[in-house]
């Protein structure tokens, strides 16, 4: 009796225990990556009336929701919907439906031609009546920018068509026998243009046009230009203005091989465009220029090759594009150098096989040959800026080889703009990146140039009434302006009693600047940002500075920057409300303010919360808001809200799974540094942690990370580093300390704070202290490197991208942008301070390669040989090491990848190589094949060894 009693009481508490188990959450595995949604496109009507976003999954299928402001219950949901827009007049949306993912992929698996891939479809929902209508076989579509409800959609070739031409292709090379019909079926003239569908969405008028080409409205949504494709001959190939108003088409031009660059001016009354009739297969176009009076019709053509005005020797350039002044008195456009004839390139007696194949590094070169290589193609491309006064019909030539630089604003409307020449300095600039560049002024009527400003060490910038030129002088950590009337220059920071340099700064670099809000209506004030707080500054009386937060920011540790709510604002108005975004340094919390440019009263706390907001966005005509906020654990999800954000309604449910998954919680570490410096780090633990449970702990570092501790982190496949909610939720601690660095000591610097805090963890209790690992990516796999030769306290380590010998790294090539490495060293991330041959011996005792004999630690080192930034020989050198010294060591090589893997199914293979690796040395799990066996290169492509050892 007692043992059936005994028996009975286990199955109970196996039943309870069962059912206790079943209701718990589940831990992330690699296949949940595909499914993880994000937003992207949140929009809202000028009107405030409407709001949409965009959702996509990692991989599959996207979808488009679009709602009312007023009613988010009342939505549309358009499954596959992509890149999305609201009309100007906000009374209807328009977007493509892209084909389904799987269909796609299935197609792909049958290696279907690209002519039989599904083709997108459109969408247009009109937001009074929610009716929606579709088109199918879509190439693209267009409204215009600013007014109007008209649309246009560009359709693909019909597959009749392409049948047609298919068959008319293959017959043009058979020969007919006396046998075949005499019967002759009218030919199917072949063409690259489709059909154009142009329309109103509330009058109903449309116009269709056949065989177009490329297309595009007028701002203002009167006009539009559409180009004809030539079918079997020129003679029907040509440009066309359209009145939308009148339905009238207008002939500009008939007959050209090519026509390119299309641009209306800001009141349409104007019309620009490229021509050419060379050839499709010349090597050399030449290019005429045309302009329109659209009102007129008449068409001028206004510069070519030859024109008065424009560089010498040189052509009009078709790879510059079309600009206006906001009054429509000048046209900017691009002259590039006539085409070179090279005698040994054009010898047609010498074989490809004959010829040397080198490059040639000079050292006089301004450019070393890597950087040549990595812009010869921008360089091939490149235009010089002129203008065409369209009164006067002058042309002047603005930029030269000898200013090649001049900043054309998005709306044109002063009659100067700021050139700058680095050409001087740019020898020195693979070991400077902080070379000077000289400024000058240049007159749009006259083409004259004003040397305002020599080897400036900052970005210049012209005021919006064009009174001041500023810029952030790093070598004196003050803003800079110059008068443009009277030529004076002023330190605009002299009444300023707090850096507006980065305080932080800790790389043997100039610091730079805290940044600037902009200019006050008419150039009277210039805001400028400390570390916390924002001052307004009269260049005629710089000293009397004014702190508009009241000094707040610095008095709390709360970082106010100034929110931009007009898009298109040029001045800052000072009698509008100063909306600020606030973070607090020491908590990471934030929110907004609203602050007083006239008063400089303290700023009111609008809303302020443990949440990371980003993407404010306001309707141009109301105070309807939307915004995004996050933690680690809530999603970043779109609230509703206006200006005074007493109530945010959330709209969208980003990752409803997450609810089922055993995620985490993120908090702040504060700990201090070996030198006694107060730092801060972020420590993951499980959703289900158990404070009397050892946790094995991933400890990772990238310089300073703790202000991103409410920062949401999607699970997905790993490009480089840990995913950490993948590792929180499968029963990891994660830690991610911040650094400090001194210059010279790099690797001490990072043991001197990652060790204090991983340290101040391990005291909580909850750590098991023999099962910690290391990982990091490129600066952190360095210092990943480094550590394992200085302590052994890891079982195990992964380093991407290491840089293990800075000897060997300093004479290297950043191969992305084709940079000498000898800047990082010198000045930034590396923070040595000086040259190879100054210190020597740092370089030696930073350098990890030189004591690997002291690594006991198993490292995974992923390395891959298309790195632009890390020489790969470095990931080399310490697995050759390591290999030499006897210690386990596994290289990861992705063949034709980057410093960060850009190829998914890469980062896929990377993220479960990684969970395979410290799920190994930290949980004890079996090792899979491929640690075990390796991978020989017979078995390349055959097998992947995930398989696990039994």
Not at 677 to 704: A, I
Request: glycine share 6%.
């Amino acid at each position: 009796m007692i043992f059936k009693k005994t028996l009975l009481s286990l199955f109970c508490i196996t039943l309870i225990a069962t059912s206790s188990f079943s209701q718990q959450k589940r831990s992330l595995t690699h296949e949940d990556y595909d499914g993880w949604e994000s937003m992207s496109s949140t929009q809202i009507t000028d009107d405030g009336k409407w709001v949409g976003f965009s959702i996509q999954p990692q991989e599959g299928d996207a979808r488009v929701e679009i709602f009312p402001y007023s009613d988010p219950s009342k939505r549309t949901i358009i499954h596959r919907g992509s890149g999305y827009n609201f009309s100007p007049s906000g009374i209807f949306a328009i977007g493509k439906i892209v084909p389904e993912a799987d269909t796609v992929r299935m197609m792909k698996l049958r290696k279907a031609k690209k002519d039989e891939m599904p083709k997108d479809s459109l969408f247009i929902l009109d937001l009074n009546t929610g009716q929606m209508e579709k088109f199918a076989n879509v190439k693209s579509f267009s409204i215009p920018e600013k007014e109007g409800d008209w649309y246009a959609i560009h359709f693909e070739k019909p597959e009749k068509q392409k049948e047609e031409e298919k068959h008319s292709g293959e017959e043009k090379g058979e020969a007919k026998s006396e046998s075949d019909s005499t019967e002759t079926k009218p030919k199917e003239l072949k063409t690259d243009g489709t059909r154009l569908l142009v329309k109103s969405h509330s009058s109903g008028t449309e116009y269709t046009f056949e065989r177009v080409e490329s297309y595009g409205f007028s701002k203002d949504g009167n006009y539009m230009h559409y180009v004809l494709a030539e079918q079997d001959t020129l003679d029907n190939a040509g440009l066309y203005l359209l009145d939308l108003n009148s339905g009238a088409s207008t002939t500009l031009s008939e007959g050209m091989t090519s026509y390119s660059k299309m641009k209306f001016s800001p009141q349409s009354n104007y019309f620009s465009y490229l021509s050419t009739g060379d050839s499709t297969k010349a090597e050399k176009k030449y290019h005429q220029a045309f302009l329109t009076d659209v009102k007129s019709g008449e068409v001028k053509e206004f510069a070519n090759k030859e024109s008065e005005g424009i560089l010498e020797g040189g052509r009009i350039s078709s790879d510059a594009s079309f600009a206006f002044s906001e009054d429509e008195s000048r046209l900017f456009f691009g002259v590039a150098e006539d085409y070179k004839d090279y005698p040994y390139e054009n010898d047609t007696t010498i074989l490809d096989e004959e010829r040397p194949s080198l490059d040639i590094w000079g050292w006089q070169d301004a450019e070393i040959q890597p950087m040549q290589l990595n812009r010869k193609s921008r360089e091939e491309r490149r235009s010089y800026l002129a203008t065409y006064d369209i009164s006067s019909g002058k042309i002047t030539q603005l930029e030269d080889k000898e200013l090649k630089e001049i900043s054309l604003p998005s709306k044109i409307k002063l009659d100067m703009a700021l050139g700058t020449s680095n050409d001087a300095y740019m020898r020195a600039y693979s070991w400077d990146i902080q070379i000077g560049r000289d400024i000058y002024l240049v007159d749009f009527a006259t083409g004259k140039r004003k040397l305002i400003k020599e080897n400036a060490s900052g970005y210049p910038s012209l005021s919006p009434q064009g009174k001041f030129v500023t810029w952030y002088e790093s070598r004196d950590s003050t803003w800079m302006a110059y008068e443009v009337g009277s030529g004076q220059m002023i330190n605009l920071s002299q009444g300023i009693d707090q850096p507006v340099y980065d305080e932080l700064n800790d790389q043997p670099s100039l610091p730079r600047s805290y940044g600037s809000a902009g200019w006050l209506k008419d150039d009277e004030a210039f805001l400028i940002y400390d570390r916390y707080d924002i001052w307004k500054v009269n260049p005629k009386n710089p000293s009397n500075a004014i702190n508009i937060t009241a000094g707040k920011g610095r008095e709390n540790k709360v970082e106010f920057r100034r929110v931009v709510l007009d898009r298109e604002e040029e001045s800052i108005d000072p009698e509008e409300d100063l909306y600020l975004r606030a973070f607090n340094e020491q908590t990471k919390d934030s929110g907004f303010y609203l602050g007083d440019i006239s008063s400089g009263a303290e700023p009111e706390e609008i809303l302020m919360t443990a949440h990371y907001y980003f993407s404010l966005a306001k309707a141009k005509e109301s105070d309807e808001v939307l915004v995004r906020r996050s933690t680690f654990e809530e999603n970043p999800d779109l609230y509703l809200t206006d200006l005074d954000m007493d109530d945010l309604q959330k709209v969208s449910n980003l990752n409803p799974q997450q609810e089922e998954i055993n995620w985490g919680t993120v908090e702040l570490v504060d700990y201090l540094a070996s030198d006694g410096t107060p730092l801060q780090g972020l420590l993951y633990k499980p959703e289900n942690f158990d404070p009397n449970k050892e946790y094995p702990m991933m400890v990772y570092f990238y310089e300073r990370n703790s202000d991103n501790l409410h920062r949401y982190r999607s699970p997905a496949p790993s490009a480089s580093v840990i995913n950490i909610p993948y590792f929180v939720s499968n029963e990891y601690v994660v830690l991610v300390p911040d650094i400090k660095y001194e210059l010279g000591l790099p690797g001490p610097s990072a043991f001197n704070c990652i060790i204090p805090a991983v340290q101040e963890v391990v005291g909580m209790g909850f750590v098991d202290e023999e099962n910690m690992a290391i990982q990091g990516q490129s600066w952190g796999g360095y210092q990943v490197a480094y550590l394992i030769t200085q302590t052994n306290m890891f079982k195990a380590a992964g380093a991407g991208a290491p840089v293990v010998n800075m000897t060997s790294a300093y004479g290297g090539i950043r191969w992305g942008t084709g940079m000498s490495r000898m800047f990082q060293y010198e000045q930034t991330q590396s923070r040595i301070g000086g040259t190879l041959w100054d210190k020597p011996l740092y370089y030696i005792e930073n350098s990890p390669l030189f004591f690997m004999d002291r690594v006991e630690t198993p490292v995974l080192i992923m390395h891959n040989d298309e790195d632009g930034a890390v020489p790969w020989y470095q990931g080399i050198e310490m697995f050759m090491a390591l290999k030499r010294l006897n210690q386990p060591a596994w290289l990861l090589q992705y063949n034709g990848e980057d410093h960060n893997l850009r190829q998914r199914k890469n980062r896929k293979d990377l993220s479960i190589r990684l969970s395979q690796f410290f799920d190994h040395y930290l949980k004890g799990a079996p090792a899979p094949l491929w640690m075990t066996e390796g991978l020989p290169a017979v078995e390349k492509g055959k097998t992947l060894k995930y398989e696990l050892e039994n």
